[in-house]
């Protein structure tokens, strides 16, 4: 497969620079049958028995803004997850001359880079962890050119566990009276935890898809999730994922039955047209980045309806990507 088959023309227009206010008055395309709908509906597009499965990750204040001790330069990091030795994994820009021993001054907090570059990512290890939640700032996305008045909006409203530098922007369109609706009709729902990153969010950079590899992030399944995936399919209901996060977490610990398994790990999983899907059966994702491997994982799930769902969602003016609109789509048999 080739990268240029998962690309699109996407306007600048079409990209959303600002959340829409409330959450759940975003647009969702129906792409059972092409259908406008509004977020608040899709309690009435579940069935009494369907499981909602969310990734209930907190993204970290990530940004840190400072300079080369070196030479005074302006510097930018991006922290991506911590390894057990204290190492923080960072992207870092500009990443030109950036070597082990390098420092950076990030107020009253020091890191040096202790490895790599590779690939683009450094080891960092700080003088203090302890601020970096005060010092740093919430990671938009590049597209995303004006200023987000409230952090909490770059956050869902079940957002837990603080682990991630993006967030599972699906689950933005969530609120509490959303979630209401879907316990009064029947629907249930579980957790999962995907700690996005470099994975997530990593360009395609190669002409074969099958040439991509990701970057391991860390996730995990609870035993009330397996428990609750394991009901679903006795009773014969749908597992629906929100976003894409949650689609690799739960796949990475599938059973051929489509039920779960409990545990923690790295998943490095890179979903594609031809890949076997066992445990998903619907997923609520926003509108991805031509040729990203979000767009390549939706290809694998629905087939080449991606193309007509995303050709209608430009012709009827949905915004696309992390602050944009929502699709609904359940996986090609």
Not at 77 to 94: H, N, S, Y
Not at 131 to 153: A, C, H, N
Not at 197 to 223: A, N, Y
């Amino acid at each position: 497969m080739q990268i240029t088959d998962f690309r699109y023309e996407l306007p600048e227009q079409s990209i959303a620079q600002t959340p829409i206010e409330p959450r759940d008055a975003a647009r969702l395309l129906d792409t059972r049958d092409m259908v406008d709908r509004v977020f608040c509906d899709l309690p009435d597009m579940l069935d009494p028995g369907d499981l909602v499965v969310v990734n209930t990750t907190r993204v970290r204040r990530a940004r840190l803004r400072g300079r080369k001790r070196a030479t005074g330069g302006k510097v930018e990091m991006l922290l991506l997850d911590r390894k057990e030795d204290g190492t923080w994994r960072a992207l870092v820009a500009p990443a030109r001359r950036v070597r082990p021993g390098s420092v950076f001054d990030f107020g009253d907090v020091d890191g040096t880079v202790v490895d790599g570059p590779d690939g683009g990512v450094v080891g960092v290890v700080f003088s203090d962890d302890a601020p970096l939640e005060r010092i740093g700032t919430i990671p938009l996305p590049p597209y995303i050119k004006e200023d987000l008045e409230d952090p909490e909006r770059y956050q869902t409203v079940y957002a837990d566990l603080l682990g991630s530098a993006a967030a599972p922007t699906a689950g933005l369109h969530f609120t509490p009276a959303v979630l209401d609706r879907l316990d009064e009709r029947g629907v249930r729902r579980a957790t999962v935890d995907l700690r996005v990153g470099l994975g997530t969010f990593q360009p395609i950079s190669v002409d074969r898809v099958e040439d991509h590899r990701m970057h391991r992030e860390w996730c995990s399944v609870p035993e009330v999730t397996a428990a609750a995936v394991a009901d679903t399919r006795r009773m014969g209901g749908k597992v629906v994922a929100v976003g894409t996060t949650t689609v690799r977490t739960l796949e990475t610990f599938a059973r051929e039955d489509g039920t779960v398994s409990v545990g923690a790990t790295e998943t490095d999983l890179f979903l594609t047209p031809g890949s076997t899907f066992h445990v998903v059966d619907g997923l609520i994702t926003n509108f991805h980045i031509p040729g990203s491997s979000l767009l390549v994982m939706l290809a694998g799930f629905m087939g080449d309806r991606w193309r007509a769902a995303y050709s209608t969602a430009l012709d009827r003016g949905y915004r696309f990507l992390s602050f944009g609109d929502a699709m609904y789509c359940e996986r090609q048999r």
